[in-house]
């Protein structure tokens, strides 16, 4: 049966290209990031080079958001201009929309580094889905489940997002009714179900370390201002991103120390092993947890040197659009277990001069950075989507679950727009 799927699947791959098809494959969601990025790299952006539109309004929104990134790409954009043509955008009556093409264009705008028209196409974009929801129209697939889900917990209807889990369409499919129970429980609309941490040693051992302990997620972002006597005074565990030893921390850090480490992939930690295997770096921590699913490679190389475990969360299934960065992986996994409280310092969701700390980045991010902000980094900010990563911290820091240092409280209290137009113009400032 393998054999015949691959057969099946060759023979379908062979008909896309042989009637034009394979142009629009990469229209799926998790994909066009990269061909707007390789399209600007490589010249000028246009309309039927990126995705294949249904009428003539979505071919109008098309063409101006590619007329915008290709001026912004040359240096020669002007914000009024944008503003203009996103007023025209959020005129168009919504039934010639779908929320497919809006998710689409979104993302080419974000990808282009227009953050506003990005913003701005998510917010036709909840209306259009609150409406269908509100005519009964809206087919309830996984992904518009979710996506209606943030719909209403943006406009703090809590009472209808729990109502989802329901909707017959949602309970007919087990993986969409534990997507939408899930995110009610990270958001405490629902008590947790904890038996998730109880399912492997690692979870339980997990579980134990942490609970009723005050933790403090120690972001690499540059500071003006030094947390670091709280975080000794009144915080029980330290928690890192992809610690590397103390020499990779800033220097007036290293007195913290740190006992946790999330690590977003398997291979550089791999690298680094290869480097220090004799006196690890893994040996200061009292766990590692990682993200990536290759779990026996994974157990085999990291647990003779500390406990190791694998972050419970969502995948690409979790956000309105985009998927997780480190920070919102660890918050994710921390909801599942129960910790007295959870403080973010040292984070700014990317919204300063240095996204990262000099000693947190790797020698690769270094060169990447001494020639100021590339459109690589647009489109990582893209893949992601700074407009769903925003929005579930805010909700978590809002509803009280996290709290945050000065710096970032200050950014979550913005709201998305004023933050995606900060951002815009960060990005503007360094010519992404």
């Not at 003539?56 to 790409?73: F, G, S």
């Not at 403080?343 to 990447?368: C, G, W």
């Amino acid at each position: 049966m393998p054999i015949l799927r691959q057969i099946y699947k060759k023979l379908y791959d062979i008909w896309k290209c042989l009637t034009g098809k394979a142009q629009h494959a990469s229209n799926s969601n998790y994909k066009i990031e990269r061909r707007v990025y390789k399209i600007l790299s490589e010249g000028e952006i246009t309309a039927d080079r990126i995705l294949k539109v249904d009428n003539k309004y979505q071919r109008e929104i098309l063409h101006d958001i590619c007329v915008l990134a290709n001026k912004r790409k040359a240096g020669e954009f002007a914000e009024n201009a944008q503003i203009t043509k996103m007023k025209d955008f959020m005129s168009v009556n919504t039934k010639f929309l779908t929320t497919e093409f809006l998710d689409r264009v979104e993302q080419i705008a974000m990808s282009s580094g227009l953050f506003v028209s990005a913003c701005a196409m998510r917010e036709k974009n909840e209306a259009l889905m609150l409406g269908q929801a509100d005519r009964q129209a809206l087919h309830l697939t996984k992904r518009n489940a979710v996506k209606l889900f943030w719909c209403y917990i943006k406009r703090g209807e809590d009472d209808k997002a729990k109502q989802l889990l329901e909707a017959s369409a949602i309970k007919k499919s087990p993986f969409t009714y534990s997507i939408v129970r899930e995110l009610c429980m990270a958001l405490r609309l629902l008590p947790r179900d904890f038996h998730t941490t109880e399912n492997n040693p690692e979870n339980k051992a997990f579980a134990d370390y942490v609970r009723g302990k005050k933790i403090a997620i120690i972001g690499p972002a540059p500071s003006e201002i030094d947390h670091n006597e709280e975080i000794k005074r009144n915080f029980d565990i330290i928690i890192r991103m992809s610690y590397r030893g103390l020499d990779g921390l800033p220097e007036n850090e290293r007195e913290l120390g740190v006992q946790i480490s999330y690590y977003n992939s398997v291979k550089p930690l791999e690298m680094l092993l290869e480097q220090d295997m004799k006196n690890s770096f893994l040996e200061d921590l009292d766990f590692v947890v990682v993200k990536a699913r290759n779990k026996h490679i994974q157990r085999h190389k990291l647990s003779r040197f500390t406990k190791v475990r694998f972050a419970l969360y969502s995948g690409t299934k979790f956000f309105f659009l985009g998927k997780h960065n480190l920070l919102q992986i660890i918050l994710q996994d921390l909801s599942n277990y129960s910790p007295s409280c959870i403080k973010i310092f040292y984070a700014n969701l990317f919204l300063s001069d240095s996204p990262y700390d000099k000693e947190y980045m790797t020698s690769v991010q270094k060169r990447h950075f001494e020639g100021g902000r590339l459109l690589y980094w647009v489109e990582a900010l893209a893949k992601h989507n700074i407009i769903s990563q925003y929005d579930y911290v805010r909700q978590l820091y809002c509803r009280g679950i996290i709290e945050a240092d000065t710096r970032l409280s200050e950014i979550l209290e913005l709201g998305v727009t004023e933050y995606v137009n900060h951002m815009e113009k960060l990005e503007n400032q360094h010519g992404a």
